[in-house]
């Protein structure tokens, strides 16, 4: 699986969009982008994934550049319950039979300030 | 139902105790995991079961010993451990195959090893 950078921290005003990018230059073509989200003391919480097209469920908005090297998590408007370490991860598309575990790099910490 | 349950939520043992944590889910996935993640670092695999078979083991010591009843269940069986594997230990679900392979985390058992 490709090998992730994220900025260590980042904070974001309160109601303001959260922008977090995603270095992974080593990504292969079937490598999905995954991110996952964990709020202090909890589980790790799936947020979105993509492959190569831009992507928006009810939680973010993924966008992947042309060249798949890099990609960035956008919360549209963060709360401060939006606050944890944000994950992304590339991670290959599961084979018949097998499974792909998710091998998580340090994150980025998101602080959203009142 | 989109919930991993794990318990307990919290477990105290001594280095001569043996427990059990356990982890439950119903979405019919096939693949399950431990994770371990000590304080303020990322999750780290431990052990991947697939279709109740262990698939991946992260060179873990045989202190820690992984069974899949059924496709529903995962349990870690704990036999004298050192204080150094106190952390909080995941457990996460996934789709064997196909297109949706999210893992779903459960909320993990924090483990204070005295």
């Known amino acids: 699986d490709a090998k992730t950078t994220q900025p260590p921290s980042m904070d974001c005003a309160e109601g303001r969009a959260a922008n977090l990018p995603c270095n992974h230059s080593?990504?292969?073509?079937?490598?999905?982008v995954y991110w996952y989200r964990q709020i202090h003391s909890q589980g790790p919480q799936y947020i979105i994934h993509?492959?190569?097209n831009n992507e928006t469920n009810e939680m973010a908005s993924l966008i992947i550049t042309e060249d798949r090297k890099s990609s960035t998590l956008i919360l549209p408007h963060a709360t401060l319950r939006d606050t944890a370490v944000y994950y992304c991860?590339?991670?290959?598309?599961?084979?018949?039979?097998?499974?792909?575990?998710?091998?998580f790099g340090s994150g980025t910490q998101l602080t959203v300030l009142p | 139902d989109t919930e991993v349950t794990q318990t307990p939520k919290h477990l105290v043992m001594g280095m001569t105790n043996k427990k059990s944590l356990k982890c439950e889910q119903h979405?019919?996935?096939?693949?399950m995991y431990w994770y371990k993640q000590k304080a303020k670092k990322p999750p780290e695999l431990m052990f991947v079961?697939?279709?109740?078979?262990?698939?991946i083991n992260e060179s873990v010591p045989s202190r820690f010993s992984p069974e899949c009843p059924n496709s529903s269940l995962l349990n870690l069986h704990l036999h004298a451990l050192q204080p150094e594997d106190s952390a909080l230990y995941l457990c996460?679900?996934?789709?064997?195959?196909?297109?949706?392979?999210?893992?779903?985390f459960g909320q993990g058992t924090r483990l204070t090893v005295v």
């Open positions: 996460a679900s996934s789709q064997g195959r196909g297109a949706r392979t999210e893992a779903f």
């Open positions: 080593t990504i292969s073509g079937n490598e999905y």
């Open positions: 993509g492959l190569k």
């Open positions: 991860i590339g991670r290959r598309s599961i084979s018949s039979g097998s499974a792909r575990q998710l091998t």
């Open positions: 979405m019919g996935h096939r693949a």
């Open positions: 079961y697939s279709y109740e078979k262990l698939s």
